[in-house]
């Protein structure tokens, strides 16, 4: 699965506004970092009324930005387009054409979370040019990546590669190691799709040793899962065995219930395919036990696959 980049923050740098406000907002941004999402939304609106009193334009559409984004992730997403056509309005009468892609941008997000594709590409391709005359090659790779991601969803998948790659490019330039093998593996998923198992493969053996440097052992797993998806479909079963091997170490070792459960199923049905039924059976009962715990919502595909097992091994069951 690809993964979703995130979209920038507030549009255009915050200037120092008024010492209440801009401690509101800074407390805001800390609850929406703690996940705590109405005590943020109630001290960005506590920032609001002192910037709009204050005349603040450009603390103003930063808090309506971060309004915004803070409705964008929730999930009522329609409650995101007042706050950011707002924002929009503001920048474009300031003149900050920054802040304006970014804005722009936001809300081809938010159309995006709705499944409205055809808004997402419109606001997307408004920030993109604007995004590339500002000079802002971070933000264009972000825009680029959230366009491929679009794509992808409409099976519209040579789109999605020339957007991927042209954020490949700007990520690399950029030094963005995170996003590089954020988009790596965006490739990798498409490529497969494709039907091109190699190209896919190269993608994810370069996102690997990225992840790695950066210590993202969950990232890690999910692309050493892809690796085993493609080996698995191409029959190459011990090699798909081996990868699910090093996906599962690490989930183990991230405390990751949910999906030490689904690798396990995963792993269940390639020793089976391999002709060991009977510990597939043994790992299934595993997978089983920890998607109970975890409240996996592959449990009643693991139990029905544990019926076939039984019914196959009848001393066994």
């Not at 801009?22 to 609001?48: C, I, P």
């Not at 309005?89 to 594709?117: K, P, Q, S, V, W």
């Not at 965006?186 to 799709?193: A, M």
């Amino acid at each position: 699965m690809a993964d979703v980049l995130p979209f920038p923050g507030a549009p255009g740098a915050k200037h120092a506004g008024e010492p209440e406000a801009d401690a509101f907002y800074h407390q805001g941004q800390a609850l929406n970092s703690a996940g705590d999402a109405a005590g943020a939304l109630d001290h960005f609106e506590r920032a609001l009324g002192r910037y709009r009193a204050a005349a603040d334009r450009a603390n103003e559409a930063a808090t309506l930005n971060e309004i915004g984004s803070t409705y964008s992730d929730s999930e009522d997403p329609r409650r995101a387009f007042e706050p950011f056509e707002l924002a929009l309005l503001i920048l474009r009468e300031t003149g900050d054409r920054f802040g304006e892609a970014t804005a722009l941008h936001n809300i081809g997000h938010a159309h995006h979370r709705l499944d409205d594709t055809t808004k997402a590409l419109e606001f997307f391709r408004q920030a993109l040019p604007i995004r590339r005359a500002v000079g802002d090659r971070a933000g264009r790779a972000v825009t680029l990546v959230n366009i491929g991601l679009v794509h992808e969803k409409l099976g519209e998948y040579l789109p999605a590669v020339h957007n991927y790659t042209q954020a490949l490019t700007l990520q690399k330039q950029l030094g963005d190691r995170a996003g590089e093998a954020a988009t790596l593996n965006s490739l990798g998923h498409v490529q497969d799709l494709l039907d091109n198992p190699q190209q896919a493969i190269n993608n994810y053996h370069l996102a690997l040793p990225i992840l790695q440097e950066l210590g993202n052992r969950s990232a890690e797993a999910t692309i050493l899962n892809n690796l085993a998806v493609i080996a698995h479909k191409n029959r190459y079963l011990e090699q798909a065995q081996a990868y699910m091997d090093q996906a599962l170490e690490l989930v183990r070792a991230l405390g990751d219930r949910s999906t030490e459960a689904s690798f396990t199923f995963a792993s269940a049905i390639i020793m089976y395919k391999l002709d060991r039924p009977q510990e597939a059976l043994t790992t299934l009962r595993g997978a089983i036990d920890l998607a109970t715990e975890a409240g996996n919502p592959d449990l009643t595909d693991m139990q029905e696959f544990r019926e076939h097992l039984e019914k196959s091994l009848p001393t066994q069951g």
